[in-house]
């Protein structure tokens, strides 16, 4: 059994699958998990099949960066923020720049860089139990993972300012009707509508999906590698503050203070049990 963070799964009908596998730290983003998940992302990207699957393992799709990572480091915080960014960064834009269509699975939490990391996708499923919400004006840091530069586009200005600014928090449901993904499912629909829909994308005519995406992505103007550059210079500035320090060390001793009570101990969106995609082929190989 694979100890990896993030693994790679190729199926034989042509679908490479991406799985955050941390799930007993709800997929939480610190160093050594940023740099699976770009190491991961090249790996696809060098072959990339015919579609990629981007799902999690566990009650949390991507809770965003690990604060306990981040927290006690003093003057330290921001190089360590700024390394755990830039390796995630580098994830989100060759997943974006992946040739072949993308489909995105969100179960549970998608927090911070966890909500752009869903919205890099083409076509993102999210369970009705999902919940979206990008807390880092909680925590006195600004948005990463490309989220100040996918929400716009996505849902408009006045509704991105909404969301990153008072943190507001959206179900599955909310995020169909809102355009944050393509459509909400049951939850226990939803590891089979995304692998089917990877599969479908993979089957597919694929010279035409491959041009057709080529032409989505040339018609969003500003290029998302010089934002998610200034976003990475940004928040890591922000962590050395004393502010955001102050506010991160507050926000986790909430959570341990909350630790004896299991309803206010779990993490946004479902319990830790371990998903798996259910009647689906077997891989051909794990990388």
């Known amino acids: 059994m694979s100890t990896e963070p993030v693994r790679v799964v190729r199926h034989p009908d042509g679908v490479v699958e991406l799985a955050l596998d941390a799930p007993g730290r709800a997929n939480a983003l610190d160093l050594e998990m940023a740099e699976a998940l770009r190491d991961a992302t090249a790996r696809v990207a060098r072959d990339p099949g015919g579609a990629v699957l981007l799902r999690s393992t566990g009650g949390a799709f991507c809770v965003g960066g690990d604060l306990r990572a981040f927290a006690g480091l ?160 940004q928040i890591a500035a922000l962590a050395d503050g004393r502010e955001a320090r102050d506010r991160m060390a507050a926000f986790l001793s909430g959570r341990e203070r909350a630790a004896g009570d299991p309803a206010q101990n779990r993490p946004e969106g479902g319990s830790e049990a371990g998903q798996s995609l259910g009647k689906t082929k077997e891989p051909e190989s794990v990388s």
């Open 74 to 233: 003093d003057e330290g915080t921001g190089a360590y923020v700024h390394a755990v960014a830039t390796a995630a960064h580098a994830a989100i834009h060759t997943l974006h720049e992946l040739a072949v269509p993308m489909v995105t699975a969100v179960r549970g939490a998608a927090a911070g860089g966890g909500v752009g990391l869903a919205l890099v996708g083409d076509i993102v499923l999210a369970a009705r139990s999902a919940r979206f919400r990008l807390a880092y004006t909680d925590v006195g840091l600004t948005p990463d993972c490309g989220a100040s530069w996918f929400l716009p586009r996505l849902v408009g200005p006045r509704r991105a300012a909404d969301l990153i600014l008072t943190n507001r928090v959206l179900t599955g449901d909310d995020a169909e009707r809102w355009g944050l993904v393509s459509r909400s499912v049951d939850d226990e629909e939803l590891d089979a509508a995304a692998y089917g829909a990877a599969s479908g994308l993979a089957a597919g005519a694929g010279d035409a999906l491959r041009a057709a995406k080529r032409l989505l992505r040339e018609g969003t103007g500003e290029d998302l590698g010089r934002r998610l550059a200034e976003e990475a210079r």
